[in-house]
């Protein structure tokens, strides 16, 4: 079973970092390139920062300003984003989407919560 599942959200106080992982099973991780979602209340979706197999990436620079830094680990089938200096603009749901590099297959993760609240 192809499966693409977040993990690490939660409530984070204003300044406080978290570190989302989205672990792939059911596909050969490394022909994939990850890309990092997140969707605000009320909001459209919007990419943060991709990384392919290779372990090259592209990011937003807004996100990227020191505060967010993507990574990969083939050997675990894991993609990490590391989150620093949170705002409560930063609050969303956040999704990791694999897409082939050989076809137009896709899959998503179900996504996970992150909250920036004092």
């Known amino acids: 079973e192809v499966q693409l599942v977040e993990s690490g959200g939660g409530l984070v106080q204003p300044g406080g970092s978290l570190r989302l992982s989205c672990e792939a099973s059911g596909f050969t991780f490394d022909d994939y390139t990850i890309v990092w979602f997140r969707q605000a209340p009320g909001k459209e979706r919007e990419g943060i920062s991709c990384?392919?197999?290779?372990?090259?990436?592209?990011s937003r620079s807004d996100f990227m300003q020191g505060r967010f830094a993507i990574s990969r680990d083939n050997n675990q089938n894991t993609i990490s984003l590391q989150m620093n200096s949170l705002k409560p603009e930063d609050t969303a749901v956040y999704y990791c989407?694999?897409?082939?590099?050989?076809?137009?297959?896709?899959?998503w993760g179900q996504g996970t919560l992150v909250t920036v609240s004092s």
């Open positions: 989407k694999g897409s082939s590099r050989y076809s137009d297959v896709e899959y």
């Open positions: 990384i392919r197999g290779s372990g090259g990436h592209t």
